[in-house]
């Protein structure tokens, strides 16, 4: 099993839509969880922290299921500007991050 | 903004030469990472700093070592470069957290091509 999984896709919607990604994770005792966006040709940045309540951020709601050992992000409303790389990471221990392959999605008119 | 540069954006080299690769911050992180980011695999741990002048292995050291002999620069060295080493190259930095929030701050990259 991969350390970290997730589809890579790509997801190609319309604008307006609503897209889910998930991401297994295979260390039980992985603490920390982050969804990171990369851009084409540009560094990944932080998109958002996930807590084990799940947490929003605007159109971002990030989940946490520690049962099922999965991390998930739900975008609603899609924009053009969401085009990108969303990568899930996952802290092995203390300062060791895991990161996804990624999962690749694209907004379309 | 905490800002994280590398020395190139694209670099060629040939087989078997020696390659330096810097990354600097501005943020007086403790943490520095080195990763490649490959096609379907992601980004991949080389190796990372906790301190000045010292160093831990990542997932995949083998061909690569690293020196760090100021707080803000850590060196990414490729002793004898070869093919299989073409990759994008990240270097990240992130303040000393243990297992709490720890967002990593990111360079823009390498592109490193080796012929």
């Known amino acids: 099993r991969k350390e970290v999984e997730q589809d890579p896709g790509p997801f190609n919607v319309p604008e307006g839509a609503t897209v889910a990604f998930n991401c297994t994770y295979s260390n039980s005792a992985s603490q920390s969880f982050f969804w990171y966006r990369q851009d084409c040709r540009k560094e990944p940045k932080l998109l958002m922290s996930?807590?084990?309540s799940g947490n929003e951020d605007g159109r971002f709601t990030a989940q946490l299921n520690r049962a099922s050992q999965y991390i998930s992000l739900l975008i609603r409303d899609s924009k053009l500007s969401d085009s990108a790389t969303y990568l899930c990471?996952?802290?092995?221990?203390?300062?060791?991050?895991?990161f996804g392959a990624g999962t690749r999605l694209t907004v379309k008119p | 903004d905490v800002k994280v540069t590398q020395s190139s954006r694209y670099l060629v080299k040939r087989t078997g030469e020696k390659v330096f690769l810097e990354c600097v911050q501005d943020m007086d992180h403790e943490n520095m990472f080195w990763y490649r980011q490959d096609p379907g695999l992601g980004l991949r741990l080389i190796y990372f700093?906790?301190?000045?002048?010292?160093?831990e292995k990542g997932d995949i050291p083998e061909g690569y070592s690293v020196s760090r002999e100021k707080k803000e620069r850590f060196s990414l060295i490729l002793e004898s470069a070869s093919t299989n080493q073409t990759s994008m190259y990240l270097c990240?930095?992130?303040?000393?957290?243990?297992?709490?929030?720890?967002?990593?701050?990111f360079g823009p990259g390498t592109r490193l091509t080796v012929l």
């Open positions: 996930v807590y084990s």
């Open positions: 700093s906790y301190d000045v002048k010292m160093k």
């Open positions: 990471v996952v802290n092995w221990d203390n300062n060791d991050m895991r």
């Open positions: 990240a930095s992130s303040f000393l957290a243990g297992i709490a929030y720890n967002e990593q701050f």
